[in-house]
């Protein structure tokens, strides 16, 4: 062999020599990138989460995430809603304190805070756990902790027995919605195709008398057994329901001093539909309530009133002393 092939042959093996380290080099850089992109599939944790561990509502990322007081939203349709999922509470930490609808947050009573329901609305709370139920309004926002879907006051938590574990997985209904007196009324003024029997709370218990007195615009005043005695002479007085005018119930062992119901609806000669208050003793109002004639007669003296809370027909039978209808022809003609 030549010197020069011999020279030429050395050239080779240091160029292969040389792409062997490059080669190598590169190799050593790609295990690295491997190794970056594989380690959070290797260090993953496992699918199958651990249930949280009993305790109270944190506190202070609620505040910090607290917006501040809002009017209230646009009203959404209420009927039939709920969900399911996991309840916790807050208490002495914001006892005190403004909500976010401008109440004072006040822990021993019976509220609530929901991300978006009106404020108001009256919600039915069952701890799935244990069958306990509780009903609280809304009057707040909240929580502020992702997979939870109310926070309730610290008397709710308590009735429902989870004060000590913190969260519980619950059923939540809207059942209605707080209104005063004259939003009650306002409501009761609705297409008869789209009524819907329901309950409604106001701020102060509310009597029929009262009550029936605003919605029709007859000027009587004492119980309600007395009604149709005192409307003589200064109503008009019958046994046919008209629009507007007052049931009167008689007397009972079961309604001490009778009762009035507002006649809003005629569905047919049998049935229609009141709106009162009181209806039970309860000092709440009972909206769109259909009412219907059993007498055998058919002359209205004896009813039976739809139940809301069964969404039936109740099994009691009320004897009827008439209608006063919104109408002074009478009182004028005596005088």
Request: aromatic content about 4%; proline content about 7%; glycine content about 6%.
């Given at each position: 062999m030549g010197p020069f092939a011999v020279i030429r042959e050395a050239g080779v093996r240091i160029k292969t020599l040389r792409n062997l380290v490059t080669v190598a080099a590169v190799g050593v850089v790609l295990a690295a990138c491997s190794s970056s992109v594989d380690r959070p599939m290797t260090a993953a944790p496992s699918t199958i989460a651990k249930a949280p561990a009993p305790m109270a509502v944190p506190e202070a990322p609620r505040?910090?995430?607290?917006?501040?007081?809002?009017?209230n939203p646009a009203p959404r349709t209420l009927t039939g809603y709920q969900s399911v999922g996991v309840a916790s509470w807050y208490g002495g930490k914001f006892h005190g304190r403004k909500t976010a609808n401008g109440e004072i947050y006040d822990q021993n009573a019976l509220t609530a805070a929901h991300r978006e329901l009106p404020f108001g609305t009256r919600l039915e709370v069952t701890n799935l756990a244990n069958g306990l139920s509780v009903v609280v309004t809304v009057?707040?926002?909240?929580?502020?902790?992702?997979?939870?879907?109310?926070?309730?006051?610290?008397?709710?938590?308590?009735?429902?027995?989870?004060?000590?574990?913190g969260l519980a997985n619950v059923r939540i209904q809207a059942i209605g919605s707080a209104m005063n007196a004259e939003q009650a009324i306002q409501s009761a003024t609705l297409d008869p195709n789209v009524l819907s029997a329901r309950i409604v709370d106001t701020s102060e218990p509310m009597q029929c008398v009262p009550y029936a007195r605003a919605a029709s615009g007859i000027g009587i005043r004492g119980d309600a057994q007395t009604w149709w005695e005192r409307a003589e002479q200064r109503y008009r007085r019958g046994c046919d329901p008209e629009r507007g005018a007052v049931m009167v119930l008689a007397r009972t062992s079961r309604i001490g001093h009778g009762h009035l119901a507002v006649v809003q609806h005629i569905v047919n000669e049998r049935e229609i539909i009141v709106d009162h208050a009181n209806w039970l003793?309860?000092?709440?109002?009972?909206?769109?309530?259909p009412v219907r004639d059993i007498s055998p007669d058919n002359d209205w003296s004896a009813v039976r009133v739809w139940y809301t809370p069964g969404n039936s027909y109740g099994s009691r039978n009320y004897l009827v002393q008439g209608f006063v209808y919104p109408d002074l022809a009478v009182a004028s003609d005596a005088n």
């Open positions: 505040q910090a995430a607290r917006p501040p007081a809002i009017a009057n707040d926002r909240g929580p502020f902790v992702d997979g939870r879907i109310i926070d309730l006051s610290r008397r709710a938590a308590a009735d429902l027995d989870f004060v000590e574990a003793n309860e000092g709440r109002i009972h909206l769109s309530t």
